[in-house]
């Protein structure tokens, strides 16, 4: 869950970063205002990347 995204601009940021992090492709939803993917990085290094460019996550879900 990602709070701040209010554009496609703001989506395809938010894109562009996690896609470093991302093992396979990556879901960005403004409407929901979430993000998928699959990954091995640490949940404290996606809340930084995600902070770094002006969005605040508030909240990781790992499945």
């Known amino acids: 869950?990602?709070?701040g995204m209010s554009c496609g601009h703001c989506t395809g940021n938010v894109k562009?970063?996690?896609t470093s992090f991302s093992t396979g492709e990556v879901e960005v939803s403004?409407?929901?205002k979430y993000?998928?993917?699959e990954t091995s990085?640490?949940?404290a290094a996606l809340r930084e990347a995600i902070d770094d460019i002006g969005?605040?996550?508030v909240d990781i879900i790992n499945l």
């Open 41 to 43: 990085a640490d949940d």
């Open 30 to 32: 403004l409407e929901g």
């Open 35 to 37: 993000a998928v993917l």
């Open 55 to 57: 969005f605040d996550v």
């Open 16 to 18: 562009d970063t996690l």
């Open 1 to 3: 869950m990602i709070d």
